[in-house]
Structure formats: C-alpha cells, structure tokens
C-alpha cells in the first residue's frame, strides 16, 4: 500500500489542473496543488521525509487561497490527501514524523487565521481528517504518538475558541500517556488465582499487555490470531514473551465466569480499583487496547492493531 501511495505522489501531474469554470453559485474546484519533490533527492526515504515536511506547502499557501470554504478542493480529495499524508508519515522514522506533523499545524494555523473565507473551513475538515486517520480508535494507522504534536499546538492557539482549544487540550494530555519510548505506568492487579501483583514486577524479556474483555468479539479474535501464529506461540511458550491480558471493567463477576476462556499460558487479571480507566493512567477509548513493552517496561507498542504487534513479534 505504501508503494502504490508514493508512486501516486511521485507521478502525479505537479501542477495544479485547469479551474473548472463556476456556473451559478457553484463554487470553484480545483486539482489538488502538489509540490515537486527537489531532484537532489534521489533515495525514496529522502523523499519521503521531504514530502512529510513539506505535502501541504502548495495547498496551504495564503497568497494562493481559492475564495471558497475548501480553498478550491473536495472533501473526498482533501480525505485522499490526508490518507497518502499520513501514508508519508508512517514510512520515516518518527521523530522526523512528529517534525514534520508540528510543521502542519504551523502552516494550518497560518492558513487558518491569513484566508479568511477558506481557512475556518479548510482547518476544520483538515483537523477533522488527520483525527479519523490518527486518533480514532478504528483507524489501521492510529498513532497518538503522531497526533500529539499536532494536538499540542492548537491546544496553545489563541486563535482558537476557549472550547475547541480545550477540546485539543484534552486530547494532548491523553496523548501524552505512555508514549512509544517512556516507561508504562505501573498499576495493581488481581490474578486469576486471587494473587495481588504488579504490571511493573512481571519479569519477561517482552510483555504485551492487553486491556479487554472476554465478551469482546475483537479481543477473542486477537486471542486466536496470537495462538494461531506459529512464531509467536513459540515465543509465549518460551516465555521470551508474556501476555498479560488485563479487565479493566467493573462487571468482575463475569470476568471470573470466563476466566477459562484465556489461553492458560497468559496472566490474566482485573484492575480492582478500577484505576486505569477510572483515573485515566492510560486511554483506553477502545479494546483490546494493545501494549508492548520490553524488559524495562519501556513502551514500543502503544494502541497497536492486531495486525502490527503480531508483525513485530514473528520478527523476533
């Protein structure tokens, strides 16, 4: 998928097409302005990290704003944008993604507040898209990590609305939870067995932690794919990789009469005091909700899909 995205990008005609004449009051639409990558990059990676720095130079330039409220695009193709964007982002290192992500926001901000018929509009349905593609918990390509800069800038934006900026505040801070690099917050749990433990004094070379439910038609799906995958059964087996698959409802009594429907080689337990998602120490917005830490507890995973930590595990 990432192929066929950059090879759009790449031989897509750079110049914006022909404005389509506006009968009535229909308003004027437009090709999406693409930049043109220098030739001085040749590998793909440079590319990619040019293009996630600059994707949105052309199409959020103020002096070339078109007078309607999607500065002269659709919202289909400001969504196919967003998507080849984020796309771009997946494929370089992140912390040259989270630059370039912080980059946008500066550049929407200046759109926003320099266009004053298309920037309200524009930075609306632009904030909107990269939230569905990044945020919303039934994303493929969620990323907290890669919001939060993004988040963190409009939260400060005194152009913004008290409202909406503590909206951006709200998200910020959730998103600043056990980021990719910190160590996981510990919490209490209760095991099967009734045994009072800690995540932090579970001893493994890689822990994936799992918050869901044992009536959650996905999370017995993530079960069976991890027991399914080979690899990743061996690594269980071996106890180079434990799974802790923690409730964190309050319907205790339930999770107790589906205990047994846990792999036997898994920890599996519930928060009694329902801190985690009570006290907010981590955002679970939908489960299972996956972790993957390593020896230190330090986080690699955060809010994976199935499919990404099963691809990181058959790689060890």
């Not at 110049?15 to 009535?24: E, F, L, T, V, Y």
């Not at 130079?57 to 002269?72: Q, S």
């Amino acid at each position: 998928m990432r192929k066929v995205y950059i090879c759009l990008i790449l031989l897509a005609a750079i110049a914006c097409g022909p404005r389509k004449p506006s009968g009535n009051n229909t308003p004027v639409q437009r090709a999406f302005p693409r930049v043109e990558i220098p030739g001085i990059y040749v590998e793909e990676q440079a590319q990619f990290e040019w293009l996630a720095g600059n994707y949105w130079n052309r199409f959020l330039a103020p002096a070339d704003a078109v007078a309607d409220t999607l500065n002269g695009v659709t919202r289909d193709a400001l969504d196919q944008e967003m998507g080849m964007y984020v796309t771009i982002l997946e494929g370089i290192p992140l912390p040259v993604a989270q630059k370039a992500v912080a980059h946008f926001g500066e550049q929407l901000e200046t759109f926003m507040t320099s266009a004053a018929v298309a920037g309200p509009a524009t930075f609306r349905n632009l904030s909107e898209l990269l939230s569905h593609y990044l945020y919303d918990p039934n994303s493929p390509v969620r990323c907290e990590d890669l919001y939060l800069p993004f988040v963190s800038h409009f939260a400060a934006c005194e152009a913004l609305d008290a409202a909406r900026r503590s909206r951006f505040e709200w998200e910020a801070r959730m998103c600043s939870l056990n980021r990719i690099g910190q160590i996981a917050t510990d919490f209490n749990f209760i095991d099967i067995a009734g045994k009072h433990r800690t995540m932090h004094s579970i001893k493994a070379e890689y822990l994936v932690l799992i918050f869901g439910n044992p009536d959650c038609t996905a999370c017995r799906e993530l079960t069976e794919q991890m027991t399914a995958e080979p690899s990743v059964a061996q690594l269980i087996n071996s106890k180079r990789v434990i799974v802790a698959d923690i409730f964190i409802d309050e319907e205790v009594d339930l999770w107790k009469s589906k205990a047994d429907t846990y792999p036997k080689n898994w920890i599996n337990g519930y928060d009694p005091a329902h801190v985690i998602r009570g006290d907010m120490i981590y955002d679970v917005r939908a489960i299972p909700s996956i972790y993957l830490l390593d020896s230190g507890k330090r986080v690699l995973l955060k809010d994976a899909t199935p499919e990404t930590l099963l691809a990181y595990l058959s790689r060890l």
